[in-house]
């Protein structure tokens, strides 16, 4: 052969072999390219499961908590509602063969109450009865689903009380002295 024949063949084999190198080197970009795509897509497939995650977990917690949600907005007398609120004590006190009577009624404007579109409703009430009646009340009005907080509470044998020789234990009458709070929206 001859050495023309022999560069030709060997120029031949330099550009294929420089030709499969650029191929090569131009798959390797477009495969990097394609990895770098997966990668992203998948690092934002995790993130959108994360979040539907999330919003599932949120989701449960708010049904959850609607009816804690509600219980506390219940638990609480309307803007209008305090009216009725002592006709209910009243009621609640018949309902006990109880006499009833309001001393004062108050309105106590804390600040951090008051920034929340809230007062404070101070309520002191006086009720004569028998021991049982007395305390069948107190549970009630400790049980009810409005916030109460008793400032303060005293019971004693009333000296309204009739005629001392018809007496018995489970006649005698007693009075209760309640100061109560309750929150009231504004």
Known sequence: MNISTLKKILILSVI???GFCGIY?????FIKDKNEEVATLQHQLTDQTRLQ????SIG??????????????HSIISQ????????????????HDLDISINSLSLDEDAVLTSKGMVSLKIKLRTIGTWVNSYMFLSQLESLPTIIRFD????SRSSD???SKKKTPANTLWQA??????????
């Open 177 to 186: 002295t309640y100061e109560i709070r309750v929150l009231k929206y504004k």
């Open 152 to 155: 303060s509470f005293a019971i």
């Open 60 to 73: 449960k917690t708010i049904t959850v908590s609607s009816s804690d949600i509600d219980y506390l907005n």
């Open 161 to 163: 009380g009739g005629d």
């Open 53 to 56: 995650g999330y919003m599932s």
């Open 16 to 18: 294929i072999s420089v």
């Open 80 to 95: 209008d509602g305090d009216v009725s609120f002592i006709e209910d004590l009243e009621k609640m006190g018949h309902s």
């Open 25 to 29: 080197y131009v798959m390797f970009v």
